[in-house]
Structure formats: structure tokens, C-alpha cells
């Protein structure tokens, strides 16, 4: 969907805050940027192993937040307008080059699924059963990508504060709602049905 909706976009909005213009560029953040990708798919499914009623709730709050964010990309297109890159190794080049080409043009930046995401995953394990280190690692590692989205320029600071609102408000509509409660109850019953 967020690919999708870019060919049906036209006249995106442009937030920049003036303290996003204070932000330096630091090309060497775009590896930290790119770990979003597989520290993401490692930190859930670590999550399911050893908590799986929090990595549920954290999949059913994130769906919820992706469907907003895709609503909002909808009602309010935004755009993001990069820097000159200045060169810095052969590498580091070709890896910020390619990445902004697999996400060129940079529209639907307001909120920040980068940000929406790894939020969630601060706040799944935050809200788990796993260890202090734990915790305290994937908070470091998901908060260090959250910075690089903004030292890249793949965002502005209203993009990571939208996400980080909407990560609250859908994990509070889980908590409330018991979506996930209700959801694992119907499926003992039908399985308490099936053995009956």
C-alpha cells in the first residue's frame, strides 16, 4: 500500500520544521538506518519465542498503526527533499544512493513507518516479560534508527513524533479494546468446540 498509493498522489505537502534544517547530514547513519530491515524481523520473531502474548498485541497495535498511517498518506501526502550527498567512501555512496532510489520519490513521509515500527518494538518488549538487558538492548538499537532516519534526511522531526504518537494512542486502543484477549478467547472456544 504505501508503494501503491505514490501513483495516485499529486501535490504532496512539505513540513519541514526549522530545526530540521539544523540536523547535520551524517552519511554513515544510512547502515544504521538499513539495520531497521533484519533487526526488525530478528527482535519480533525473538519476541515470539519468549513472549508471544506481547509480540501479538504488538502485531495487532502495529497493523492498526500502519492502517492509519496509510489513511493519512491518503488525506495528506507529504514529501521529503534530500540534500546534496557529499562523497564520502565508494560504499557508504552506492548504499545512500540506493537507498533513496528504492524509495524514490520520497512521499508518504508524515508519519514515519521506520519510526512507527521500531517504536512499536521498543514498546513490545518494553511491556514483555523479558530481561532488563534485553530490554535495554533493543531500546538502544531501535531508538539509534530513529535517530538516523532524521541524520539521513529520510525524515523530518514532525514524521517521528507522529509515530511515536500513533504507537501510543494504537497500543492503548489494544489495551482497552482487549482486541488481542478476545481474539486468543474465540480461538479456545472454537478449539474446545473441536475436541468436544
Given at each position: 500500500m504505501y508503494y501503491g498509493l505514490k501513483f495516485f498522489q499529486t501535490n504532496p505537502n512539505y513540513i519541514n520544521y526549522y530545526l530540521d534544517d539544523e540536523i547535520?547530514?551524517?552519511?554513515?547513519?544510512?547502515?544504521?538506518?538499513?539495520?531497521?530491515?533484519?533487526?526488525?524481523?530478528?527482535?519480533?520473531?525473538?519476541?515470539?519465542?519468549?513472549?508471544?502474548?506481547?509480540?501479538?498485541k504488538g502485531i495487532i497495535s502495529?497493523?492498526?498503526?500502519?492502517?492509519i498511517c496509510d489513511?493519512?498518506?491518503i488525506l495528506y501526502p507529504t514529501i521529503m527533499y534530500r540534500p546534496i550527498t557529499p562523497k564520502l567512501?565508494?560504499?557508504?555512496?552506492?548504499?545512500?544512493?540506493?537507498?533513496?532510489?528504492?524509495?524514490?520519490?520520497?512521499?508518504?513521509?508524515?508519519?514515519?513507518?521506520?519510526?512507527?515500527?521500531?517504536?512499536?518494538?521498543?514498546?513490545s518488549f518494553l511491556s514483555s516479560n523479558l530481561t532488563k538487558r534485553?530490554?535495554?538492548?533493543?531500546?538502544?538499537?531501535?531508538?539509534?534508527?530513529?535517530?538516523?532516519?532524521?541524520?539521513?534526511?529520510?525524515?523530518?522531526?514532525?514524521?517521528?513524533?507522529?509515530?511515536f504518537l500513533i504507537c501510543i494512542i494504537t497500543n492503548l486502543m489494544e489495551d482497552l479494546l482487549g482486541i488481542y484477549k478476545k481474539i486468543k478467547k474465540n480461538l479456545t472456544d472454537k478449539k474446545n468446540i473441536l475436541h468436544i
Open positions: 547535520p547530514f551524517i552519511g554513515y547513519f544510512i547502515y544504521v538506518y538499513n539495520m531497521f530491515y533484519p533487526f526488525t524481523l530478528i527482535a519480533l520473531y525473538y519476541l515470539y519465542r519468549k513472549d508471544k502474548d506481547s509480540y501479538y502495529g497493523t492498526i498503526g500502519y492502517l489513511v493519512i498518506f567512501s565508494p560504499i557508504t555512496d552506492f548504499v545512500i544512493n540506493l537507498t533513496f532510489l528504492y524509495d524514490n520519490p520520497p512521499l508518504n513521509c508524515f508519519p514515519s513507518i521506520h519510526c512507527l515500527f521500531s517504536f512499536q518494538v521498543i514498546y534485553d530490554k535495554f538492548i533493543i531500546t538502544i538499537v531501535f531508538l539509534l534508527i530513529i535517530i538516523s532516519t532524521l541524520l539521513v534526511k529520510q525524515h523530518y522531526i514532525f514524521d517521528v513524533i507522529s509515530a
